[in-house]
T-cell receptor, first 114, second 112 residues
């Protein structure tokens, strides 16, 4: 069973469109994240939710809206897509109770904006 | 504020040679430190972590790292490189286990 799963794995769309990426984890973790990896492989945190509550929001344009319906799911909706949004988006999770900060990553969703 | 610097964006070694990937961190409190590996078209997976126990940490696939507080370093080593070690490696720091900050990554190439 995949621990952290993201859908879709690949997404190709036109500028100006709206798209969503979904993430689910079956590890029983209470904290989930979205990271963006650009073409140079740099990883930047975007958002973090703990038990459905937003706890980290890293100066991301408000075109990006995360939603956590429950602690096992964290979705990312992007409005009015721009060329610069092209990247690989990674979902990750961890257990706050263990207090070691180890992250478990999904396989990524590669977004290409044309 | 926490930060990570990985020295050398690209490292190339011959198969069987020593692998050394460098990581220096900045943290205002005793940190948690991690090395992650990313194979092509995959997500990151944990290689090893330092959480204030032993300063020499052993991980998967024969990798290990040593925490040196005086040097604020957490370099990753492997005595003998395999072709399968070719990947992107990320060092990360977490001060309060809530937010991990990643280095810019090091691409490891292994030559036959």
């Amino acid at each position: 069973d995949t621990a952290v799963s993201q859908t879709p794995k690949y997404l190709v769309t036109q500028m100006g469109n709206d798209k969503s990426i979904k993430c689910e984890q079956n590890l029983g973790h209470d904290t989930m994240y979205w990271y963006k990896q650009d073409s140079k492989k740099f990883l930047k945190i975007m958002f973090s939710y703990n038990n459905k509550e937003l706890i980290i929001n890293e100066t991301v344009p408000n075109r990006f809206s995360p939603k956590s319906p429950d602690k096992a799911h964290l979705n990312l909706h992007i409005n009015s897509l721009e060329l610069g949004d092209s990247a690989v988006y990674f979902c990750a999770s961890r257990s706050s109770g263990r207090n070691t900060g180890e992250l478990f990553f999904g396989e990524g969703s590669r977004l290409t904006v044309l | 504020a926490q930060s990570v610097t990985q020295l050398g964006s690209h490292v190339s070694v011959s198969e069987g040679a020593l692998v050394l990937l460098r990581c220096n961190y900045s943290s205002s409190v005793p940190p948690y430190l991690f090395w992650y590996v990313q194979y092509p078209n995959q997500g990151l997976q944990l290689l090893l972590k330092y959480t204030s126990a032993a300063t020499l940490v052993k991980g998967i696939n024969g990798f290990e790292a040593e925490f040196k507080k005086s040097e604020t370093s957490f370099h990753l080593t492997k005595p003998s490189a395999h072709m399968s070690d070719a990947a992107e490696y990320f060092c990360a720091v977490s001060e309060n286990a809530g937010k991990s900050t990643f280095g810019d990554g090091t691409t490891l190439t292994v030559k036959p």
